[in-house]
């Protein structure tokens, strides 16, 4: 009969070009699947990251000017040959956290859940310079 294939496929799909620029979002969204809760009060910040089935080596915290980053190891929740695997969290979440003080934060992992506490910085009061 009719092949309408042809005719509904835009040109550009089989281009490699827009095939590698497709390729890089994929690899984007694959950084940033760490489900993650913050909340703020007069304290500070609470970051929550859900980590299921991960020990406290898979995972590192690095910091960097207001920026904290996770990573987490990627590591299989079944043994065996998977025929559809969506249980596996790893990648890296990064985010900044205005007026934190990322230089005291404290981290703990239980149940599967990292938080991060990040006490927000001190204000300094205005100061007036004098002009010599």
Do not use: W
Not at 46 to 56: D, K, N, Q
Not at 69 to 89: A, C, H, I, P, W
């Amino acid at each position: 009969m009719f092949n309408l294939t042809h005719r509904t496929t835009p040109r550009y799909y089989n281009d490699p070009f827009f095939r590698t620029f497709g390729q890089l979002f994929d690899e984007l969204q694959e950084y940033n699947n760490i489900p993650l809760n913050i909340s703020k009060s007069d304290e500070g910040y609470e970051c929550m990251f859900a980590l299921p089935g991960h020990v406290r080596d898979d995972i590192e915290i690095t910091t960097d000017d207001d920026y904290i980053s996770v990573t987490v190891k990627e590591r299989s929740l079944n043994e065996g040959q998977m025929v559809r695997d969506e249980f596996s969290y790893h990648g890296t979440r990064r985010i900044k956290l205005k007026g934190a003080d990322i230089t005291n934060s404290t981290a703990r992992y239980e149940s599967g859940i990292l938080t991060i506490s990040v006490p927000l910085s001190k204000k300094r009061p205005r100061e007036t310079i004098t002009i010599e």
